[in-house]
């Protein structure tokens, strides 16, 4: 037992890593005074400590702590995208006006972006329905207080409240189905619930009420319509560097444990006769469907609303919500080739989207405003900031020869290639519909005059490098995307296999 124990705990280094960090982080902040910025830079080194002993693990495949977490390619790639993810945030962090104006506060951030890092490195190796549990509420209860850091903004209260509102009805509800699944099987390890299942004994109705519940609660997580309500509110109301690292790091690792749930639970290991790469499902649920359906009405109602949409971070909160629909696409196809295809996407999504919302923290900490008035005439104010934003909208509406055309184009490619074509064309009509509210916002760029006696808009060396750092990728992978597909395709093999 002591054994198992300790070697579980070497396997375990990324998430002991964060909770040592986490600690310190407070420690160092309050004995360097609470303005100062040591507990950031604690929190910089421990996620950046922790990613590393991620990357250390690649190519490891087992499980630890009697089964609770796995430790594989795919939950590395995870842990990876979501390490990056935090350390840019917190590279943002370092020139928010939001951030900086409760410098009071540092230690609570500090200290709270390594928990929730934390939270998502467990959802991305989870394989129990408790520790699924836990490792989302750790994560939430982290992003709620995050939500509302700014408390003195009334917008950033409501924020944080809707949040909280909306995570305890989705939490509920996935509890619900969490406990119907284990009185149905008799299990809370993945793998366990899929050999009761494969056996035909469960009862079809109460496992599709069970399912439905669970993806009420992935659906909150990822933002999926219906579960999408508190989305703009808390993208708009949160400062810009929580709502950007919500957008992508919490998305990755509700879709990480949404995918490793169902691949590990509803999947028919026998099936016989399939193609290479393809799976059945058990008992003929076709939960898939549920998913496909989720993700039409997820990307249109995000694209749709979007156009309507002013402020540059409800906008990019609607097209996140498209975008959490697109991935989905590729979940439904039941294919390694489409879960592949999720993974290319989140790459590049990593790069363009946070490159897009730091842009808009950038020109709203010299304009105080995050209207899409603001950026008129920005073109000639500041042309590089502005070309950045352009080549990140360019991405995000999948045009070559950026980053972005190559994630759609896998997703689409999984989709044909598993005959979803309905699928696809809703997709790439959906694709159309996003140019028109990117579009919008590079018109007031260089179509439209600046205000009179308005000055040129001069951001610092460090700035600049960050947002070239953000720019070079998302159009190198857009050229050269080999790597990031090998990458993404070595990360799901034997993926869900016990």
Known sequence: MIEQILHSLSLFLPETTLTVFFCAAIIVGLVAGRTSRASLYVALIGIALATWFAIQQAGSSEGIFTGMVV????????????????????????????????AHRHIEYGSLLLAMTLGMFLMAGSTNLLMMVLAIELTSLSSYVLAGY??????????????????????????????????????????????????????????????????????????????????????????VTITAFLSVASKAAGFALMMRFFKTCFIDANALGLPAGMWASLQGFEWNKLLAILSVLT???????????????????????????????GVVVLSD?????????????????????????????????????????????????????????????????????????FLFAALLDAKWIWLAVVGALNSVISLYYYVRVV????????????????????????????????????????????????????????
């Open 150 to 239: 700014t408390r003195e903004a009334t917008d950033s209260s409501e924020a944080s409240l809707k949040y909280i509102i909306y995570g305890a009805v989705s939490t509920g509800l996935m509890l619900y189905g969490v406990s119907i699944l284990f009185g149905l099987t008799g299990a809370t390890d993945f793998y366990n619930i899929n050999r009761a299942l494969a056996t035909g004994s469960v009862n079809a109705t109460a496992l599709l009420v069970a399912t439905i519940m669970i993806v009420a609660g992935f659906g909150y997580k990822i933002s999926a319509v219906p579960f999408h309500f508190w989305t703009p509110d808390v993208y708009e109301g949160a400062p």
């Open 299 to 329: 990307m249109t109602l995000g694209n749709l609303v979007a156009v309507w949409q002013n402020n540059l971070k409800r906008l990019l909160a609607y097209s996140s919500i498209a975008h959490a629909g697109y991935m989905l696409m």
């Open 443 to 498: 018109r007031n760029m260089f179509l439209r005059d600046p205000e009179r006696n308005a000055e040129p808009v001069v951001f610092s060396a460090p700035q600049v490098v960050i947002v070239l750092a953000l720019l070079i990728p998302t159009i190198l992978f857009g050229l050269f995307y080999s790597p990031i597909v090998e990458l993404a395709n070595a990360s799901v093999v034997m993926f869900g296999m016990k």
């Open 337 to 409: 080739k489409g879960l592949a295809a999720v993974l290319i996407y989140f790459i590049v999504y990593l790069f363009m989207n946070l490159g897009a919302f730091y842009v808009v923290m950038l020109v709203a900490n010299k304009t105080g405003s995050e209207d899409i008035d603001t950026y008129k005439g920005l073109g000639y104010r500041s042309p590089l900031i502005s070309v950045a934003m352009v080549v990140f909208f360019i991405s995000l509406a999948g045009i070559p020869p950026t980053a972005g055309f190559i994630g759609k184009l």
């Open 71 to 102: 430790v594989d390619p795919f939950a590395t790639f995870f842990k990876l995208l979501i390490g990056m993810s935090a350390i840019v945030i917190l590279l943002f962090s370092l020139y928010s006006a939001e951030v900086q104006s409760t």
